[in-house]
């Protein structure tokens, strides 16, 4: 698998697993619809600012990302490590914002509660047929 069929096999996944690290070292896993954009090494969610993923970020930036397909006979899961920015400047928040955005942030592109999340791919791991890749980036 290729860095550009990998990231063609993300886009077309309605769901994203992301995960941080709480305050204990413990991993936490969430799902979250799938990225608003891809750019490069760079994958591109929006989430509140208040939420709590938002602030272990923060304090640390390891990430992993999990997308998966399951088919009625073949599976396949693509599992990415790399680090997460929380990006609150405005030309980030206006170029992932989408129209709908407006029924979880009542102030719209501007709302204080809204921010981006910035992963950015290191390694990935591509599971198909009981076969594991490796890709570096």
Do not use: H
């Not at 969430?30 to 891809?38: C, D, G, H, S, T």
């Not at 990430?63 to 680090?83: D, E, H, L, N, P």
């Not at 609150?88 to 979880?104: A, H, L, N, S, V």
């Amino acid at each position: 698998m290729t860095k550009e069929d990998l990231f063609e096999f993300v886009k077309k996944q309605k769901t994203a697993f992301i995960s941080s690290i709480d305050e204990q070292g413990y991993p936490v896993i969430r799902a979250m619809l799938m990225p608003r954009e891809i750019d490069g090494n760079d994958i591109y969610f929006s989430t509140n600012t208040s939420s709590k993923k938002v602030k272990q970020y923060l304090a640390n930036n390891k990430a992993c990302v999990y997308f998966y397909k399951r088919g009625k006979i073949k599976y396949q899961g693509i599992t990415i490590k790399g680090t997460m920015q929380v990006c609150t400047d405005q030309e980030t928040k206006d170029r992932i914002w989408r129209f709908g955005d407006k029924i979880f942030y009542k102030k719209g592109k501007t709302d204080p509660d809204y921010c981006v999340l910035k992963f950015r791919a290191q390694e990935a791991e591509y599971y198909c047929d009981f076969k594991i890749e490796i890709l570096k980036f």
